[in-house]
């Protein structure tokens, strides 16, 4: 197993849109004991919105793990270009209600990997954590426990989280489930700003209208790769059909 991480080189040709920044190949993986994800090749864009796309138990949140670093491929390559590690937002249902934490303290986190075993904010760190804050809207809940905050606004207060890592690659485990329409939009938006703003996202997700709003789509089926390109390519009415009527 190859993973490599190397800060990207361009020629004078190569447009900084158009190259990978995390290309991956051959790649097997999952848990002890449970294979998941197997031949996996294919790319995630440099400043586009990809969406991971699949049936429950596909391998979606596992993808996500390997392109977070968090779960290590048993086999195939890895390539990640770019000097930051990438910014993961689990699953709002993942993080536990009863946590003891502030939404500032949520978001402060996010500064962690920078400071080291310490975890002393720097200024800087309190306003980068400020701006992610105010960027998510979090602001004036910023006193507030994480498990007293609605669906929407807890799920802010973790993509405010993801922000404060300021990395170039954000990866977000199902932002949007289970909120409703106002609060979807508003995460859709603010996702669309970021890559706009020099951000590469890549989300996890079961709504297939998020997913054609994408630049970019990743199918998966069974941990294999069903399709990948843009979603009107990927995901057409025989895939989809192909895809879900065989559960
Ligand atoms: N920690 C774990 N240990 C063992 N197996 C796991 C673990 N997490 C997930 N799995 C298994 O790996 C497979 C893929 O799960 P994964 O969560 O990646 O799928 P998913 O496409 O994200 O699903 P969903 O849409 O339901 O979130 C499933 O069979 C699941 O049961």
Known sequence: MK?????????PTTSPARTA??????LYAGYPGHPVLSQLSGEITRLTMTALVGPNGSG????????????????????????????????????GDSLPLTVRQTVEMGCWGRRGPWRRLNGRDRTVVDAALD??????LAARQLGEL?????????????LAQESDLLLLDEPTSGLDPEARER??????????DGVTVVQATHDLEVARRANACLLLQDGRLAG????????????????????
């Open 150 to 162: 609605s669906g929407g606004q807890r799920q802010r207060a973790l993509i405010a989280q993801g």
């Open 135 to 140: 960027r998510l809207g979090v602001g004036d």
């Open 21 to 26: 920044r995390v290309h991956f190949a051959d």
């Open 228 to 247: 990948q390109g843009h979603p009107e390519e990927v995901l057409t009415t025989s895939a989809l059909a192909r895809i879900w009527q065989t559960l």
């Open 60 to 95: 979606k949140s596992t993808l996500l793990g390997v392109l977070a670093g968090v779960i290590h491929p048993t086999s195939g390559e890895l390539h990640c270009t770019g000097e930051r590690q990438p910014a993961y937002v689990p699953q709002r249902g993942a993080v």
């Open 3 to 11: 993973i490599m991480f190397k800060t990207p080189r361009q020629s």
């Open 187 to 196: 995460i859709e938006e603010l996702l669309t700003a970021l890559v706009a």
